[in-house]
Structures are given as structure tokens and as C-alpha cells.
């Protein structure tokens, strides 16, 4: 079964800094996905990542996939604080039907003044 | 509607009792998930149907867990002999990828289940 890990799980980072969150995966999966949820809210979808090397960017994030070393991050550069939410990636696992997303445990993010 | 819709928002039960949980999917998405998530953790994958049949439920904890999707678009979680254990937030997310592996998934607002 495929096991999601995200470090760290808690993050408190200052405006205006720059910070990477890793997520590393177990076994093989051929995409990775990246979700925002705010709280007691559901899961927003930031990027999917198709193969290996992708990089995508949305305004201050920017996630990175390198299949090999079975990692993904999300790179937040100039934090701003409505980017404060939990992060939370997801790789397919190699169930019966292929299509299961296994996530992480989320990282929590507080962007402080 | 233009998102996935799921009702109740929030179920408070007692122990015991059958629960059953509503999910609408995004029109025209062939493929519907059920995910539970408890607190501080992230969603768990609970069953997966491609059209009317589940193609995939080995998520499910246990033989009270049961989950229709007859037409192919609206969805049933259903919960017997509710136990406290089974509290969490139960999300649904569907997709549309014509034969091809999963795409994006989108995700419903979840429905809050508190077993007393």
C-alpha cells in the first residue's frame, strides 16, 4: 500500500518568507496531487502532477515532482497569510483499481505579520 | 449544481443507530469517491465507483459499511450499527477522465457525523 508522508506537519512562518513543504511517498505512483482545505472547509485542488520533473505554479505556490525519489514539494515564496490552511498531497495507490488517493496527514500552515 | 453537493452537513446519532449520507456528484462526472476524514488526519479512501458499480471498496473498515450509487450519479453511504469510532467527516469527490486514470478530483463540503 502506498504511505503518504508530509513534513513538517506544522508550520508557522512570517509574511513575506519563503518555505518548502516536503511530501515523500513509499511505493510507486505515477502522479501526485496537491490540496488546500481551510478549516471546516473541504478540500480545494492547487495542482496535479503527471510525470516526472513536472513543475506547476500558481501565484505564490509552485509544486515539483521527482518520480525517482518518490518527492513532491510545494514551495511557498513571499508567504501572505491567506495562504494559511493545511496542505495536504496524495499519490495513487496500487489498489485493485488503481484509481485510490492515499494522502498525507496535511501540513498546517500559519503565515504570522 | 456546479459543485459536489452532500447532505446532511452535519448527523448527530446515537450508538446503534443507521445512518445514511447523500452525495450529488459534479454532472456528467463518471466516477464518485467516498473519503472520511477524522480530526488533525487526512482523508482516508473509502470506496470508489466507476458508473453504477463499485470498482474499488476495500477501504471500507467493516461489513456495516455499505455504499449504492444506482443511476450512476447521486451516491449512498450507508452506516449500520453505528458505533462511536465511525465520527468523522465524511467526504465525496467525483471526477471525469474518459477511460484514462484519475484526473482531478473535486470534493464535496463533506458531511459531519458525531455517534454519540
Known amino acids: 500500500e502506498l504511505k503518504v508522508e508530509q513534513n513538517p506537519l506544522f508550520l508557522s512562518m512570517q509574511e513575506g518568507k519563503n518555505y518548502t513543504i516536503y511530501c515523500n511517498y513509499s511505493?510507486?505512483?505515477?502522479?501526485l496531487y496537491w490540496y488546500r482545505q481551510d478549516p471546516g472547509k473541504s478540500l480545494e485542488s492547487l495542482f496535479v502532477?503527471?510525470?516526472?520533473?513536472a513543475v506547476k505554479q500558481e501565484g505564490r505556490l509552485m509544486a515539483s515532482l521527482d518520480t525517482k525519489a518518490r518527492l513532491s514539494t510545494l514551495h511557498i515564496t513571499a508567504a501572505v497569510h491567506d495562504l494559511s490552511a493545511t496542505y495536504f498531497c496524495?499519490?495513487?495507490?496500487?489498489?485493485?483499481?488503481?484509481?485510490?488517493?492515499?494522502f498525507g496527514k496535511g501540513t498546517s500552515l500559519l503565515v504570522t505579520p | 449544481g456546479a459543485g459536489v453537493s452532500q447532505t446532511p452537513s452535519n448527523k448527530v446519532t446515537e450508538k446503534g443507530k443507521y445512518v445514511e449520507l447523500r452525495c450529488d456528484p459534479i454532472s456528467g462526472h463518471t466516477a464518485l469517491y467516498w473519503y472520511r476524514q477524522s480530526l488533525g488526519q487526512g482523508p482516508e479512501f473509502l470506496i470508489y465507483f466507476q458508473g453504477t458499480g463499485a470498482a474499488d471498496d476495500s477501504g471500507l473498515p467493516n461489513d456495516r459499511f455499505f455504499a449504492v450509487r444506482p443511476e450512476g450519479s447521486v451516491s449512498t453511504l450507508k452506516i449500520q450499527r453505528t458505533e462511536r469510532g465511525d465520527s468523522a467527516v465524511y467526504l465525496c469527490?467525483?471526477?471525469?477522465?474518459?477511460?484514462?486514470?484519475?484526473?482531478?478530483?473535486?470534493f464535496g463540503e463533506g458531511s459531519r457525523l458525531t455517534v454519540l
Open positions: 469527490a467525483s471526477s471525469f477522465y474518459p477511460g484514462g486514470r484519475a484526473g482531478e478530483l473535486f
Open positions: 511505493t510507486t505512483s505515477d502522479r
Open positions: 496524495a499519490g495513487i495507490s496500487n489498489s485493485n483499481s488503481g484509481y485510490a488517493l492515499n
Open positions: 502532477l503527471l510525470s516526472n520533473g
